[in-house]
Nanobody, 126 residues
Framework: QPVESGGRLVQAGDSLRLSCTAF????????MAWFRRAPGREREFVAH????????YYAESVKGRFTISRDNTVNTVYLQMDSLKPEDTAVYYC?????????????????????WGHGTQVTVSA
């Protein structure tokens, strides 16, 4: 399964980069995504990057502030988070989907993904 890292306590306005490393496989073979779950809320979609990096989608709440990318040479997917807000506080999960067509609607749904990490906590103080 994927392994996330990089979560920590930061202040509003700060930047943070999360990493998701491979799980005995090559990330280049999978569509990858980040989801998050805030206290008392459902898991929500954050960002998706397709296997060939040709399709990238973001939740409206993070568009313009977060950037998803992948570096296949080090088998890692990143989530660069800038201008962080207290409402970004959540456990962030990395997810991977087996190759196959995933459009922009399905890409936002947890059921599209086959493998999940345990999450990394991001806390943004006001």
């Amino acid at each position: 399964q994927p392994v996330e890292s990089g979560g920590r306590l930061v202040q509003a306005g700060d930047s943070l980069r999360l990493s998701c490393t491979a799980f005995g496989r090559t990330v280049s073979s999978y569509h990858m995504a980040w989801f998050r779950r805030a206290p008392g809320r459902e898991r929500e979609f954050v960002a998706h990057i397709s296997r060939a990096s040709g399709d990238i989608y973001y939740a409206e709440s993070v568009k313009g502030r977060f950037t998803i990318s992948r570096d296949n040479t080090v088998n890692t997917v990143y989530l660069q988070m800038d201008s962080l807000k207290p409402e970004d506080t959540a456990v962030y999960y990395c997810a991977a989907a087996d190759p196959g067509p995933i459009g922009p609607t399905l890409a936002t749904r947890p059921l599209a993904y086959d493998y999940w990490g345990h999450g990394t906590q991001v806390t943004v103080s006001a």
